[in-house]
Structures are given as structure tokens and as C-alpha cells.
């Protein structure tokens, strides 16, 4: 569900590669990157070092979104429903608005 809403805010640029090889390597970053975090400064951590993956790249794909997505929602029994769902917004706002600013702008600059 995540990647569609990334997919409908426009966080994440279609891959030339099939939806199904997407998915089986978001459920690989899910499984052998998320699954091992462990608490809140784990997941922060984590987003971090998406963020950067995208920065480095300079785009923002589904890869970055969803496995971020999913370590947010693996807090839920800490932070709460809503609060989860705040932050999982943020989350996705930001890698919405880092996604728009790399459309907006060209490499290099």
C-alpha cells in the first residue's frame, strides 16, 4: 500500500525494470535490512542512510520509500498508531520533496 501512495505523490520514478523484480527486491531490502532493527534510534539510523542512498543517486525510488515505510511501522507497538502514521507521512514527504527537487533540477547543479 506504501508504494502506492510513494507512486501517487510522485516519490518514485517508474524503474525500467518489471513491477515483479521491484517488488522481489523491496521484500530482499525488507527482509535482510529492516527486519534486523531494532528500536527507534535503529529505524532513525536507517532512514538516514536512505536518505543518503538517495541523495548519492540522486533520485528517489520505491527501493527507499517502502523498505523506510516498513521499518516506521515495525515501531507501532512503541510509538502507537497514529504516531506511526505521522511519521511514515513525514517520511514520505520528505523523500517526496527530494525526489521533486532532483526532477526540478539538473545533475550537476
Known amino acids: 500500500m506504501a508504494l502506492l501512495v510513494a507512486v501517487a505523490l510522485g516519490a518514485c520514478r517508474p524503474s525500467v525494470a518489471p513491477a515483479i523484480d521491484m517488488r522481489a527486491r523491496i521484500e530482499e531490502a525488507i527482509r535482510t535490512e529492516v527486519e534486523p532493527l531494532h ?12 536518505t ?39 517520511f514520505v514527504q520528505s523523500m517526496t520533496a527530494l525526489s521533486r527537487e532532483y526532477r526540478e533540477s539538473p545533475p550537476g547543479s
Open 39 to 50: 528500536g527507534r534510534r535503529d529505524v532513525e539510523a536507517y532512514l538516514e542512510r536512505l
Open 52 to 90: 543518503r542512498r538517495a541523495v548519492a543517486q540522486r533520485r528517489v525510488t520505491a527501493l527507499e520509500v517502502e523498505p523506510g515505510v516498513a521499518a516506521i511501522e515495525r515501531l507501532m507497538p512503541e510509538l502507537g498508531p497514529e504516531a506511526t502514521q505521522e511519521w511514515v507521512a513525514r
